[in-house]
């Protein structure tokens, strides 16, 4: 059995919790997870600090526990595109996994973030032991490569409020409600969409004079007519 963490044992708590809650651990038995406990290492960062840069050595996989990640990428002219978000359960430096490279992206916490941070060397011997890991890891990454593919598609070819669009009835979808927080800032979601702010403004103003959305207070949106938006 996992050990109770002390009350007053904050890195404790805050492991236990890291490796309890995420997927690629919380199949495991709990004295498999007692040992993952011991190699991780528990980081905090306020928003807006850098958890790696590009051009940093990669050499460990980090894994959000609380908190909110964004991953973007910096182009020749200096122009960000944003890669994904993570959230708590999420993790990214995977390519740790094989060989120890640079990061080529940027990785910051958007608000104040804990993280579990696990060494090259230790999760290696880790994956080793517990060979589910490195499954639910490959899945991972079959998921990322199936959105990044269909996200560079849409880019290829859809229009900008066709991008819009589809990503507002996605969210929908994935919050099971009609009514939600738009999940990034509108300039992140023109990084994402391949679009301007400015055109991400105007869509959705768009939107709501056809009524199918409503813009609520703050990154609120309502979907009034979800099969309308799926035409546009």
């Given at each position: 059995?996992?050990e109770?963490?002390?009350?007053?044992?904050?890195?404790?708590?805050?492991?236990?919790?890291?490796?309890?809650?995420?997927?690629?651990?919380?199949?495991?038995?709990?004295?498999?997870m007692?040992?993952?406990?011991?190699?991780?290492?528990?980081?905090?960062?306020?928003?807006?600090?850098?958890?790696?840069?590009?051009?940093?050595?990669?050499?460990?996989?980090?894994?959000?526990?609380?908190?909110?990640?964004?991953?973007?990428?910096l182009?020749?002219?200096?122009?960000?595109?944003?890669?994904?978000?993570?959230?708590?359960?999420?993790f990214?430096?995977?390519?740790?996994?094989?060989?120890?490279?640079?990061h080529?992206?940027?990785a910051?916490?958007?608000?104040?973030?804990?993280?579990?941070?696990?060494?090259?060397?230790?999760?290696?011997?880790?994956?080793?032991?517990?060979?589910?890991?490195?499954?639910?890891?490959?899945?991972?990454?079959?998921?990322?490569l199936?959105q990044?593919?269909?996200?560079?598609?849409?880019i290829?070819?859809?229009?900008?409020?066709?991008?819009?669009?589809?990503?507002?009835?996605?969210?929908?979808?994935?919050?099971q409600?009609?009514?939600?927080?738009?999940?990034?800032?509108?300039?992140?979601?023109?990084?994402?969409?391949?679009?301007?702010?400015?055109t991400?403004?105007?869509?959705?103003?768009?939107?709501?004079?056809?009524?199918?959305?409503?813009?609520?207070?703050?990154?609120?949106?309502?979907?009034?007519?979800?099969?309308?938006?799926?035409?546009?």
């Amino acid at each position: 059995m996992v050990e109770h963490c002390p009350h007053h044992d904050v890195s404790c708590v805050h492991k236990h919790s890291c490796v309890s809650l995420v997927p690629i651990f919380n199949h495991l038995e709990e004295d498999q997870m007692e040992e993952i406990m011991r190699a991780v290492k528990p980081l905090s960062f306020n928003k807006g600090e850098l958890i790696y840069k590009a051009g940093d050595k990669s050499d460990s996989l980090y894994i959000v526990n609380r908190g909110r990640v964004r991953i973007y990428r910096l182009s020749e002219s200096g122009k960000e595109q944003l890669v994904r978000f993570l959230n708590p359960g999420d993790f990214t430096g995977e390519l740790a996994l094989f060989n120890t490279g640079l990061h080529e992206s940027f990785a910051e916490a958007v608000m104040d973030t804990e993280i579990c941070m696990i060494k090259q060397s230790d999760l290696q011997e880790l994956l080793m032991k517990f060979p589910t890991i490195s499954l639910k890891i490959l899945e991972e990454f079959s998921n990322r490569l199936e959105q990044s593919e269909k996200q560079t598609a849409r880019i290829a070819t859809e229009k900008a409020e066709t991008r819009l669009a589809l990503f507002l009835a996605e969210w929908a979808d994935q919050q099971q409600s009609n009514e939600f927080e738009l999940p990034m800032t509108k300039k992140d979601l023109a990084s994402y969409l391949g679009i301007t702010p400015e055109t991400v403004s105007r869509k959705l103003t768009d939107f709501e004079k056809m009524k199918l959305i409503e813009q609520k207070d703050h990154k609120r949106i309502k979907i009034l007519d979800l099969d309308g938006l799926l035409l546009i």
